[in-house]
C-alpha cells in the first residue's frame, strides 16, 4: 500500500466509448502525475499538477484529458482512443513545493486495453 | 535535457549469488537519482534514493547503490539476492518543473532469479 489508489485496475474500452480513470492519493502531497508505461519503452510523463493547477504537459493527445479537482484527487477522461493506447498508466504523488528531496509516489496502475 | 541508460534489459542471476544493475545518467547539473522495482502487474515501489552527501546509499530490501559521478554513473546492488528479487528494476533522474519533481526513467532491466 503506497498511499496513492488507482481505479479502476483494468479497463476494456471501444475506440468509440468515453471512460475515466480515477487516482486518490492519501499523503497529504501537493502534486500529482500520469505516467504512461508501454511495453518495452521507458515511462513517458503525461501531465503534471502542482497545487490543482496542470503546470505539465507533456504533448499529449487531446483524447486524453487530465483532471485534478483537489489535491487528493486526479482523473483521466478517455475519449476515442486507438489500440496503440493501451497501457499501463500510472498515477503518481508527491510534496512538489518542496523540491527535489522528496519521493514520487506511484500507485499500482490501470490496465488499459483498446479494442 | 536529462537521460538515463541501463544497458541491461535481462538479467538472470541464481539465488544467493551477488548481483549489479547498471544504470547511467545524463544531466547538466548535480542529479537527483533513483531505483525504484515493479513486480508483475504492481506499481514502482522506489527502492532508494541519492540526493546528496555520502555516495553509497542503502536502501529497501538488502539494496545499495553507489554513486559515481566521474562515471555518470549509480548502480544498484545486492550482495546475495532472493527469489523473491525477480522484478523489473527502473533507474531514474529526477528534475524540478514548475512545482513538481520529473523524473526521466530508463528503459528498465529484468531481473530474473534462477532456484
Known amino acids: 500500500e503506497t498511499g496513492v489508489t488507482q481505479t479502476p485496475r483494468h479497463l476494456v474500452m471501444g475506440m468509440t466509448n468515453k471512460k475515466s480513470l480515477k487516482c486518490e492519493q492519501h499523503?497529504?502531497?501537493?502534486?500529482m502525475y500520469w505516467y504512461k508505461q508501454s511495453a518495452k519503452k521507458p515511462l513517458e510523463l503525461m501531465f503534471v499538477?502542482?497545487?490543482?493547477?496542470?503546470?505539465e504537459n507533456n504533448s499529449v493527445p487531446s483524447r486524453f484529458s487530465p483532471e485534478c479537482p483537489n489535491s487528493s484527487h486526479l482523473f483521466l477522461h478517455l475519449h476515442t482512443l486507438q489500440p496503440e493506447d493501451s497501457a499501463l498508466y500510472l498515477c503518481?504523488?508527491?510534496?512538489?513545493?518542496?523540491?527535489?528531496?522528496?519521493?514520487?509516489?506511484f500507485g499500482e496502475g490501470s490496465w488499459l486495453t483498446v479494442v | 535535457a536529462q537521460s538515463v541508460t541501463q544497458p541491461d534489459i535481462h538479467i538472470t542471476v541464481s539465488e544467493g549469488a551477488s548481483l549489479e544493475l547498471r544504470c547511467n545518467y545524463s544531466?547538466?547539473?548535480?542529479?537527483?537519482l533513483f531505483w525504484y522495482v515493479q513486480s508483475p502487474g504492481q506499481g514502482l515501489q522506489l527502492l532508494l534514493k541519492?540526493?546528496?552527501?555520502?555516495?553509497l546509499v542503502q536502501g529497501i530490501k538488502g539494496f545499495e547503490a553507489e554513486f559515481k559521478r566521474s562515471q555518470s554513473s549509480f548502480n544498484l546492488r545486492k550482495p546475495s539476492v532472493h527469489w523473491s528479487d525477480a522484478a523489473e528494476y527502473f533507474c531514474?533522474?529526477?528534475?524540478?518543473?514548475?512545482?513538481?519533481?520529473?523524473?526521466?526513467f530508463g528503459t528498465g532491466t529484468q531481473l530474473k532469479v534462477e532456484l
Open positions: 503518481a504523488s508527491s510534496q512538489g513545493a518542496q523540491g527535489l528531496g522528496n519521493t514520487i509516489y
Open positions: 499523503l497529504g502531497h501537493n502534486a
Open positions: 499538477y502542482s497545487l490543482e493547477e496542470r503546470v
Open positions: 544531466y547538466g547539473a548535480t542529479p537527483y
Open positions: 541519492y540526493f546528496s552527501g555520502d555516495t
Open positions: 531514474a533522474v529526477g528534475a524540478l518543473t514548475g512545482g513538481g519533481n520529473k523524473l526521466t
